[in-house]
């Protein structure tokens, strides 16, 4: 069963809730890619996706507990941090699982390519890979804490902070 966003888990700041609930979307939606067919491009998109909406998200909270001079900023970093260096690893495994890493370097020499090797690539391209819940769980894994630990954990303590503002600052 996929996430779902409630009340409980607002912290009286509208841009905040209003990237957690699409954050949430965006994991529900890879869940989702794990039960559709050649679901590879879906799970690829979704992740770069996600990786990059985290980062700008965690762009937007540092900057508001800046401005409301949050105490635990430095530590709130650290935790945005690691989250990051977690899901670029997961990234480049899966990049690695799927054989993109690989294709993208060859595309990147494009010098001139020999009939061997054109035949290889292509041979390669033809190769169906499919994304596993196995190859996933750790990115869920990963994600699910995040959401529980992170979101609803650490995120919860700017809410004492946010509530004595407009729920419109940035």
Request: glycine share 2%.
């Amino acid at each position: 069963m996929g996430l779902v966003w409630r009340e409980q888990m607002s912290v009286a700041n509208n841009l905040i809730d209003s990237e957690h609930k699409y954050l949430i979307d965006q994991i529900n939606a890879l869940e989702t890619a794990l039960n559709t067919k050649e679901n590879h491009d879906i799970v690829e998109e979704t992740l770069d996706h996600l990786v990059s909406y985290t980062k700008t998200h965690f762009d937007h909270e540092e900057t508001i507990q800046r401005k409301i001079r949050y105490p635990q900023l430095d530590e709130h970093k650290l935790e945005h941090k690691q989250i990051m260096r977690n899901l670029y690893a997961i990234k480049n495994e899966l990049d690695s699982i799927l054989g993109t890493d690989q294709r993208d370097r060859e595309s990147d020499n494009n010098d001139e390519v020999t009939d061997s090797e054109l035949n290889m690539i292509l041979a390669d391209e033809e190769v169906e890979h499919s994304v596993t819940k196995q190859d996933l769980e750790p990115l869920i894994a990963l994600i699910r804490s995040w959401i529980i630990d992170h979101v609803i954990g650490s995120d919860m303590k700017l809410k004492a902070y946010l509530i004595k503002r407009p729920v419109d600052f940035v």
